[in-house]
């Protein structure tokens, strides 16, 4: 079986662009999460989806935004980049129930210039 | 809110030493407990999960014991290699009913095994 994939992998961007990261989860896994990891630092939580309703939600700001499709894969938005927004970005997929373990995606690495 | 501190890294070893890497959280009632471990340039793997209090988790020769009096989650091996070489983070999540189960890591300690 395939593990979490993420697109694309790098990407660099310019202050104020817009940023669409994608995740596929492991296939049978309904929730889908993403975090921020900041160089340095432990993952951040930013959202987490389970069958394709919003149901936690970080400190993050509203220029952060995503969505779970039908098949489970999501996306992760970004608008109006800044510099403080490079990071790699995490997506986790689990069953259900986190004490399954959540697997983790490769990340997607984000630079913001 | 919740929160997991870790010790402060990195930390050098020789090939086949002992490894502890303590962890303690701050959280309500009774979360699970889990280490992750990041490889250069991947994602995090989950190495071990507790989810109750006295629950041993283990993977790999490593070992961890869910502390409810102490608060604790310290990462053991008793003969480290240097393929274990990485950066361990420690982590906690509530269970839920509604799917919103998010994970609350510490910041990460950065191990290097050296032959």
């Known amino acids: 079986d395939a593990g979490v994939t993420q697109s694309p992998t790098h990407l660099i961007k310019t202050r104020g662009q817009h940023v669409t990261l994608r995740c596929s989860p492991i296939s049978g896994h309904k929730s889908v999460s993403w975090y921020q990891q900041v160089l340095g630092q432990g993952p951040q939580f930013i959202f987490q989806?389970?069958?394709?309703?919003?149901?936690g939600r970080g400190n993050f700001p509203d220029r952060f935004s995503a969505r779970q499709f039908p098949n489970y894969s999501s996306e992760l938005n970004v608008n109006a980049l800044l510099l403080g927004d490079s990071a790699l970005y995490l997506c986790a997929s689990s069953f259900l129930r986190a004490n399954y373990g959540y697997t983790f995606g490769s990340g997607t690495r984000l630079t913001v210039v | 809110g919740d929160s997991v501190t870790q010790m402060e890294g990195p930390v050098t070893l020789s090939e086949e030493a002992f490894l502890t890497i303590n962890c303690t959280y701050t959280?309500?009632?009774?979360?699970?407990l889990f280490w992750y471990v990041q490889y250069p340039g991947e994602g995090l793997q989950l190495l071990l999960k507790a989810t109750k209090a006295d629950d041993k988790g283990s993977n790999k020769g490593f070992e961890a014991t869910y502390r409810k009096e102490t608060t604790s989650f310290h990462l053991e091996k008793g003969s480290v290699q240097v393929s274990d070489s990485a950066v361990y983070f420690c982590a906690l999540s509530h269970l839920s009913n509604f799917g919103n189960e998010k994970l609350t890591f510490g910041t990460g300690t950065r191990l290097t095994i050296i032959p």
């Open positions: 989806y389970y069958e394709k309703e919003e149901r």
């Open positions: 959280a309500t009632g009774y979360p699970s």
